[in-house]
C-alpha cells in the first residue's frame, strides 16, 4: 500500500458542490452582507442543493465581477445557511468596498456547480511525505495537478524553475520555516503574485496574524476536513484570476 493511501480512504471527500450567489449589484450584495452580520452568515441561495454540515465554494457574482470563499453550510432552526469565517467574511467586505471590481468572466452556473479548477497547478510542501500525497489526492479531486517539495529551500528553488499558481504548505517544515518561505515567495518579483495557503496545528490568533504578516493567503488548521481544504484551495485560485474551469 503506498503512503498515505489508507489515510485517502478515510478523508477523501466525494466531489466538492459549488454554490452560486448572484445578484444584481453591489448595493444589493452589500445589503444582504449587512443582514448577515451579527453571525457571518447567508441564507443558502433559493433552489440549489446543500446538506447540513458541508464545506462548499461559494460563488458570489455581481454582474461581471466574481469572487469565491469557502462556505460551511449549517441549519440554525430556520433553514439552511451559509457560515464564513470571518476572514472570508472580511473579504466579501472588501470586495465589496471596491464596488466589485471588474475580474474574469463570471463561470457560467454549470462551472460553478463542478467546482473545480481544471488545469491548476499547486506545489504541496510537506516533510511528511505521506501527508503531502493526501493533499496531493485531495487537489487531485478538484482537478489540481499538485507536486510535492519536501522542504522551504526545495520548494524556492522548484518554483522559481517551474512556476505554480498556488503553494499548501505545512506550517512545520523541516529547516526554513514556512513563514520564512512566506516572506522570501512574497520578496521574489518573480513569485510574489503566488496564494500561499499555511496547514498549521498552531491556529491562535498571535500564530494565525504572525502567518499573514509573512505574506499567508489563508490557512486551514490541522487536522484538517478534506472538503475544507478544497474549497480553500479552488477558492483561492479562482481569486487569482485563474480561469474557472477549462
Do not use: N
Amino acid at each position: 500500500m503506498r503512503p498515505g493511501a489508507s489515510l485517502a480512504s478515510r478523508y477523501l471527500p466525494p466531489a466538492l458542490r459549488g454554490l452560486r450567489y448572484e445578484v444584481g449589484d453591489a448595493t444589493e450584495l452589500a445589503s444582504s452582507l449587512q443582514a448577515g452580520a451579527p453571525d457571518c452568515c447567508l441564507p443558502v441561495p433559493g433552489g440549489q442543493e446543500a446538506r447540513d454540515g458541508e464545506w462548499v465554494l461559494v460563488t458570489f457574482v455581481v454582474g461581471e465581477a466574481t469572487t469565491a470563499v469557502a462556505g460551511h453550510v449549517c441549519d440554525h432552526g430556520e433553514g439552511l445557511e451559509l457560515a464564513f469565517a470571518e476572514r472570508d467574511w472580511c473579504h466579501l467586505l472588501e470586495f465589496v468596498g471596491e464596488g466589485c471590481p471588474a475580474s474574469v468572466p463570471p463561470p457560467s452556473e454549470e462551472e460553478t456547480c463542478r467546482c473545480r479548477a481544471a488545469g491548476a497547478r499547486v506545489l504541496v510542501v510537506d516533510g511528511d511525505v505521506a501527508l503531502a500525497r493526501l493533499v496531493s489526492r485531495i487537489l487531485a479531486k478538484a482537478g489540481v495537478d499538485a507536486c510535492i517539495a519536501s522542504s522551504g529551500e526545495e520548494a524556492l528553488d522548484v518554483l522559481r524553475r517551474d512556476g505554480f499558481e498556488l503553494v499548501v504548505a505545512d506550517a512545520g517544515l523541516p529547516g526554513m520555516s514556512a513563514l520564512e518561505m512566506c516572506r522570501r515567495v512574497r520578496s521574489d518579483p518573480t513569485l510574489s503574485h503566488v496564494p500561499v495557503l499555511l496547514l498549521t496545528a498552531h491556529a491562535t490568533a498571535r500564530d494565525l496574524e504572525a502567518a499573514r504578516e509573512a505574506g499567508a493567503d489563508d490557512f486551514v488548521p490541522k487536522p484538517f476536513r478534506a472538503p475544507e481544504l478544497g474549497a480553500r484551495v479552488v477558492g483561492l485560485l479562482r481569486r487569482s484570476l485563474l480561469p474557472a474551469s477549462s
